[in-house]
């Protein structure tokens, strides 16, 4: 539906012999959403637009008419549009707000997520969709992988997504993956307050033939531009982004705290329980140590 109407637009459009940028100027958007519609290849048309478009262009309350068919739609194509240009990226960067990246999910970590989506149709449905999401994860270690350059928020460390286990070995993968040449995890730690991509996740990619490309993505929506000034305008974002996390390094560290400190092993103690174990043991009687755990050693007796 959504290729529908953006051929319905470009029709209209012909025939009233504007071009993509002059219907932007009439209807108040920049030219490259009129031309993301027209491909299908953008976040779909508000109602609010979509009724600018078809008073600009004479379009007899058709393109309102289908307006409701075209948000009904189950996958939207700008989902798949993204997907297609970062097959082919040669650099990646991402901020992630509120998950762990497709390319650096666990099967686990994936499938608990898409478990959660109500365009579910069936555990077939599911089982295709985790196929191809894990699948996409070749790239990062093929014979043409990506630079990739995670920024990860520090919400997506501490949401136990799938419970305490998947969360332990998506951590762990996280740590394992930093040690790849091609790529690197910064955090972005809860006290540096607000910044410009609150409101979602951001993805910019450099294309083989160096044009760049950037994607924005809330719960329910998707933005796809190459647009050059508005894709600089994200860059900015990105780069104020990679200024306020921490280091490579201390995002390492970051990580590994909240692994052990949030989804710890049932054998490994947490902080609190190893100062309380240190304090009893310093409170014992020379001689006297405790065991992991509190039991107390025995002191060996004097051989005769």
Known sequence: MAALFGSRVRK?????GLTQTEVGTLTHVVGSRIAQIERATG?????ELTRALDKELVADDLLIDLWPYVCREAFPDWSQAVIT?????????????HVVPGLLQTPGYAKALLSASRSLRDDEHLEERLAARLGRQTRLTGPDRPGLWIILDEAVLRRPVGGSHVMRDQLEHLLRMAEEPNI???ALPFDQGEHDAM???LTLLVMPDGSHVAYTE???YGQLTEEPDEVERFELTYDDLRAMALPPLASLDLI??????????ASVPSPSDRRRLAQQQLQQPRGR????GGRRIPRRRPRP
């Open 85 to 97: 240009y970062s097959a082919r990226a040669k650099v990646m960067r991402q901020y992630a707000a």
């Open 218 to 220: 809330g719960a329910h």
């Open 289 to 292: 140590r405790m065991r992991a």
């Open 43 to 47: 976040a779909k048309p508000t109602l």
């Open 199 to 201: 409101g979602g996740s």
């Open 184 to 186: 690197t995890v910064q």
């Open 256 to 265: 590994r705290f909240v692994l052990e400190a949030d989804y710890r092993a």
């Open 12 to 16: 209209l459009r012909t025939a009233a």
